[in-house]
């Protein structure tokens, strides 16, 4: 099982490390998304999607599960610090 970073970054600041000077608007219209999606991205207001993965994996070379990977650590560490219900343990049968 990986590791779960500690406070993990949302992905919308790696992707804006990733786009660097890009306007958002020129990003947006590359990446074939409305300007506002990208931004909510970048501004950590919305997740990121397989189909947005597969998109950044084509035009950044990177693999669509890192994007995916990222947002995973991102949700999973935000929700671990909820509080939440106990549950109880299922048992099976050897």
């Not at 786009?19 to 909510?40: H, I, N, W, Y």
Request: without cysteine; charged residues 25%; aromatic residues 10%.
């Amino acid at each position: 099982m990986a590791m779960t970073m500690y406070n993990p970054a949302h992905p919308g600041e790696i992707l804006r490390e990733y786009l660097g000077d890009v306007q958002v608007t020129v990003a947006a219209r590359r990446l074939r998304v409305a300007r506002s999606t990208l931004s909510r991205l970048l501004n950590g207001r919305a997740s990121f999607t397989a189909s947005m993965a597969l998109r950044l994996a084509d035009a950044f070379g990177t693999e669509p599960g890192m994007w995916l990977d990222l947002q995973q650590q991102y949700d999973l560490w935000h929700a671990a610090q909820r509080k939440r219900p106990k549950v109880e343990k299922f048992f099976r049968a050897a």
